[in-house]
Each structure stands twice: as structure tokens, then as C-alpha cells.
């Protein structure tokens, strides 16, 4: 019966908390306050005291777990804090850089609702769920366990990987007409291939599949950190003249000019970016793309 009371004041306690949070709308609590309530329902719950207190009463945290930790921007992002020997114990997340409280147990306390609590799998895990990562959210972070006598804390830092991207040559660049054009595309900065690279021509994006005379290739290195994306055009028309960028979702290239001549003129420029070759250009593209992994 005693345990049922105190499971109830427990309940009633936490019900008011969520509830205070909800009638100041979308102000977070700082790290302070947060956990003094914290403390209020550890104590009437547990009433432990410190000549109780044993090793074997305290929690765990597993070690061996990456706590530094590399996200890409606007990626999902788990950070994973293992405790074992909770018992009856609460687990929290706290934002250090504002000292705000994430999480507390499998309650959300954020206004922002990318960061959230995954605890299903597995009982000794509390995973901090940030999605759709962005740079503001860099820094340190806290998973926390308090025991009513003392917290016990692990620290994780979060890194955001913020991918770029850019043209191999800039400024402009003039070619012959007839002649062929490619333009080299460098994604930098990135943890995973960049799935959809478009090329723009005159801020308008270039459909690849109306366009047979316009071809792209996508070549990513073997360490995963960057990739070359190419667009070549076989024979360049004054159509063809114009701004030329390259994007994905995360970032946009600085753009380069082409102009097609029908005087005759050669290519001015940055030789690497836009080539004068036959028909057959796929070895020049080869040499080209190993010169820049070795360099």
C-alpha cells in the first residue's frame, strides 16, 4: 500500500511539471530549476540516504560508447547513452550550451520538437533523437542519472559536417562553338554520397533526360568525404551560353560563366574546367579526376 501512495505522489508530481510546461507555452527551463523538481520526485519516491548508499546501488554508464560524435547537416542523429543498474532510477538529457533540459525519463521537455527520447529496444539505452540536424545544434550535450543523493553524468559532444560545394575553375570561360564542355563539380565535407546533384543554367535546372546531348556522371572517392560530379555537354552550341552552378540540397556552388564563340576563339580561363577534346573525352576525365584525389 505504501509503495502504491508514494507511486501515486510520484505520478502527481511529474503530471504538475508537464503540465506547468505546457501553460508557459514554448519557454524551456534551465538546467537548475529543471532539476531541482528533478531532486523533489527522487526523494519522495526513494527517501535513500547517504549511509545507505553502496557501489552496488549506483548506475553505469557503458564506456565504451562514441561520445564524440559528427552529424551532417540536416541528417538524423542518434546519441545513445547505455545505463545499467538503473533500478527505479530517472535518466535525463540536457543541452549544455543553454543548460536546458531535453528530456527527463521518456518525457520531452523541448520546444522544439526535432529532439526527442527513443527508449524501446533496449532498457539500458536512452537515445537523445535530434533531427534534421542543424548547426545551431553543435556542442555539448549531458545524459544524466540522479540517484536521490548526487547526479551522475556522462558528457557527448556533437560536431555538424557543413557539405560545400564548388566549380574546378572559376570566373568565366570561353570555347569554341562545336567544341565539348565539361564542368566538374567538387562536393566536399560530406559523411555519405550526396544523392541528387543538379546542374542550373541560368538559375533554371538542366533536365538531363530531355537533354540527350548533355550527359552527367557521378564519381565519389573511396574515403566518402567528397565527390566529383560532372556535366558534359559534347558539342557546345551559343545556346549553351550562360551561368552554370551545381547543388544539392545542403549547398550551391559559386556560379561560372561560359561563352560559346563563333569566332574562333580559344578557351580563356581556367583550363580545368571547361576541355576542348574529341568525341571520346572519358580518358581526359579519368586523368583529371585521378590528378585531384592524389593532389
Same mark, same amino acid.
Given at each position: 500500500?505504501?509503495?502504491?501512495? =508514494?507511486?501515486?505522489?510520484?505520478?502527481?508530481?511529474?503530471?504538475?511539471?508537464?503540465?506547468?510546461?505546457?501553460?508557459?507555452?514554448?519557454?524551456?527551463?534551465?538546467?537548475?530549476?529543471?532539476?531541482?523538481?528533478?531532486?523533489?520526485?527522487?526523494?519522495?519516491?526513494?527517501?535513500?540516504?547517504?549511509?545507505?548508499?553502496?557501489?552496488?546501488?549506483?548506475?553505469?554508464?557503458?564506456?565504451?560508447?562514441?561520445?564524440?560524435?559528427?552529424?551532417?547537416?540536416?541528417?538524423?542523429?542518434?546519441?545513445? =547513452?547505455?545505463?545499467?543498474?538503473?533500478?527505479?532510477?530517472?535518466?535525463?538529457? %540536457? *543541452?549544455?550550451?543553454?543548460?536546458?533540459?531535453?528530456?527527463?525519463?521518456?518525457?520531452?521537455?523541448?520546444?522544439?520538437?526535432?529532439?526527442?527520447? *527513443?527508449?524501446?529496444?533496449?532498457?539500458?539505452?536512452?537515445?537523445?533523437?535530434?533531427?534534421?540536424?542543424?548547426?545551431?545544434?553543435?556542442?555539448?550535450? *549531458? =545524459?544524466?542519472?540522479?540517484?536521490?543523493?548526487?547526479?551522475?553524468?556522462?558528457?557527448?559532444?556533437?560536431?555538424?559536417?557543413?557539405?560545400?560545394? *564548388?566549380?574546378?575553375?572559376?570566373?568565366?570561360?570561353?570555347?569554341?562553338?562545336?567544341?565539348?564542355?565539361?564542368?566538374?563539380?567538387?562536393?566536399?565535407?560530406?559523411?555519405?554520397?550526396?544523392?541528387?546533384?543538379?546542374?542550373?543554367?541560368?538559375?533554371?535546372?538542366?533536365?538531363?533526360?530531355?537533354?540527350?546531348?548533355?550527359?552527367?556522371?557521378?564519381?565519389?572517392?573511396?574515403?566518402?568525404?567528397?565527390?566529383?560530379?560532372?556535366?558534359? %555537354?559534347?558539342?557546345?552550341?551559343?545556346?549553351?551560353?550562360?551561368?552554370?552552378?551545381?547543388?544539392?540540397?545542403?549547398?550551391?556552388?559559386?556560379?561560372?560563366?561560359?561563352?560559346?564563340?563563333?569566332?574562333?576563339?580559344?578557351?580563356?580561363?581556367?583550363?580545368?574546367?571547361?576541355?576542348?577534346?574529341?568525341?571520346?573525352?572519358?580518358?581526359?576525365?579519368?586523368?583529371?579526376?585521378?590528378?585531384?584525389?592524389?593532389?
Amino acid at each position: 500500500m505504501e509503495s502504491i501512495v =508514494c507511486l501515486f505522489i510520484i505520478s502527481t508530481l511529474f503530471v504538475n511539471l508537464q503540465g506547468e510546461l505546457s501553460n508557459q507555452g514554448s519557454q524551456e527551463h534551465p538546467m537548475e530549476e529543471m532539476l531541482e523538481k528533478m531532486k523533489e520526485v527522487d526523494k519522495v519516491g526513494r527517501r535513500r540516504s547517504r549511509a545507505t548508499q553502496s557501489s552496488e546501488d549506483m548506475p553505469v554508464f557503458d564506456n565504451t560508447l562514441n561520445t564524440n560524435v559528427t552529424a551532417e547537416l540536416g541528417s538524423t542523429v542518434y546519441l545513445s =547513452c547505455r545505463v545499467t543498474n538503473l533500478k527505479n532510477m530517472t535518466v535525463g538529457w %540536457i *543541452r549544455m550550451k543553454d543548460k536546458h533540459v531535453l528530456t527527463y525519463g521518456i518525457y520531452s521537455f523541448a520546444h522544439d520538437q526535432r529532439f526527442q527520447i *527513443r527508449h524501446r529496444e533496449d532498457p539500458d539505452d536512452w537515445k537523445l533523437l535530434i533531427k534534421h540536424v542543424m548547426k545551431k545544434d553543435e556542442g555539448p550535450y *549531458r =545524459c544524466q542519472v540522479s540517484n536521490g543523493t548526487e547526479v551522475l553524468s556522462q558528457n557527448f559532444n556533437l560536431l555538424v559536417a557543413v557539405p560545400t560545394a *564548388r566549380i574546378i575553375g572559376a570566373g568565366e570561360i570561353r570555347i569554341k562553338q562545336g567544341s565539348a564542355i565539361s564542368l566538374v563539380c567538387v562536393i566536399e565535407n560530406i559523411l555519405t554520397p550526396p544523392g541528387v546533384v543538379r546542374w542550373y543554367h541560368n538559375d533554371e535546372m538542366i533536365k538531363y533526360e530531355e537533354e540527350e546531348s548533355q550527359m552527367v556522371e557521378v564519381v565519389t572517392d573511396h574515403r566518402g568525404k567528397k565527390a566529383l560530379v560532372k556535366l558534359f %555537354i559534347p558539342s557546345a552550341d551559343p545556346i549553351h551560353s550562360g551561368n552554370y552552378t551545381c547543388k544539392t540540397w545542403s549547398a550551391t556552388s559559386d556560379p561560372v560563366h561560359v561563352f560559346v564563340s563563333t569566332d574562333g576563339d580559344n578557351i580563356v580561363g581556367v583550363k580545368q574546367a571547361v576541355t576542348q577534346a574529341a568525341p571520346n573525352t572519358k580518358p581526359f576525365m579519368l586523368l583529371l579526376l585521378l590528378a585531384y584525389f592524389l593532389s
